[in-house]
């Protein structure tokens, strides 16, 4: 995909001198190494560029390439080690807003030990010896809503493994609307984004030390018939 500069500014949620808060759309890439594609941290450090601002984009976490949500990013050095360290402790949290194929439970917990192929940019779920290497994996889910043998989730993730909300919802015999590499059926039409939003961040500012909270209501083709259901 190509982004405009006003696309680039409307996905910009929050920006102050040490961090930016972004609601990256889907399809577009948070880093890759190929030069005719465009990716959010270069397009965000050529608008500081531009802006005549020095310095460079810091990625704290990431979203797979399909999917979209709230992204923070920093501007310094010290405010990316700061939320480097807040994302490995407590005090950052993360939701996601997700649909599913089939009922689920109207609530759950799903631990899985989880094993990446690099070679395939996969993951998978592994038992016993196979599990050597292996990294636990831990997150729970509410329905909120079920319609057409589909169900939508809000996820809450305690662990941020390689595709994990995508890896361990299959398993659960749940694959993501969308979600072809693990189990799902894609809906008709080219180019249909995962129905998965990184929905609501919580975290502590890196220098002021207050309380940040952003929310985002996805605007996904996967998420459209759950449209009444979805609030900030």
Not at 111 to 118: A, D, F, K, V, Y
């Amino acid at each position: 995909m190509r982004m405009t500069t006003r696309q680039i500014e409307r996905m910009i949620v929050y920006e102050d001198e040490e961090l930016l808060v972004v609601h990256k759309p889907p399809f577009l890439a948070v880093e890759t190494k190929n030069i005719r594609q465009q990716d959010l941290v270069s397009l965000l450090t050529n608008r500081r560029v531009a802006n005549g601002a020095r310095g460079g984009i810091y990625v704290i976490h990431r979203l797979d390439q399909p999917v979209e949500g709230l992204l923070v990013l920093a501007k310094t050095r010290e405010a990316a080690a700061a939320l480097g360290r807040e994302l490995t402790g407590s005090g950052f949290s993360k939701e996601y807003y997700a649909v599913v194929q089939g009922v689920t439970e109207s609530s759950g917990s799903l631990i899985h030990t989880l094993q990446r192929n690099g070679r395939t940019n996969t993951s998978a779920v592994v038992m016993g010896a196979a599990a050597d290497g292996g990294k636990e994996a831990r997150l729970s889910y509410e329905r909120l809503a079920v319609k057409d043998e589909k169900s939508l989730l809000r996820i809450a993730l305690d662990t941020g493994r390689h595709h994990q909300i995508r890896v361990q919802l299959a398993a659960a015999g749940h694959p993501l609307v969308g979600d072809v590499k693990y189990g799902g059926q894609q809906p008709s039409g080219d180019g249909h984004p995962l129905a998965l939003c990184s929905s609501r961040l919580c975290f502590t500012h890196p220098k002021s030390s207050e309380p940040m909270e952003f929310c985002a209501v996805p605007t996904g083709a996967g998420f459209a018939e759950f449209a009444s259901e979805l609030h900030v």
